[in-house]
């Protein structure tokens, strides 16, 4: 099962490939193919948290906004 994606991304290295299988090597996988489909997963991770942060802002600045009270006027001309 090998991904289009990351094939064309090897392919289109160039000069770089060097250099990319040296970090592949160094961080101890077994191919360059096995390197990039981690660094996919790792990003593809990390957008995932970044929208389940974003809607859990979202829903705490709704609840706090929800939750202010207005404030109590002891008098009728303010």
């Known amino acids: ?3 289009a994606q990351i094939l064309e ?5 160039k000069g770089r490939r060097a250099y990319e299988e040296k970090r ?3 961080f101890g996988f077994s191919s ?3 390197y990039f489909e981690h660094k996919l997963e790792k990003q ?3 957008i995932e948290e970044n ?3 974003m809607l859990q802002f979202k ?5 706090a906004k929800k939750s202010r009270h207005p404030k109590k006027k002891s ?3 303010c």
């Open 1 to 3: 099962m090998e991904n």
């Open 75 to 77: 008098c009728g001309c």
């Open 44 to 46: 593809a991770f990390e």
């Open 9 to 13: 991304k090897i392919e289109n290295l």
């Open 51 to 53: 929208a389940s942060r």
């Open 32 to 34: 360059l193919y096995e």
């Open 24 to 26: 592949a090597a160094k």
């Open 59 to 63: 829903v705490e600045r709704e609840l």
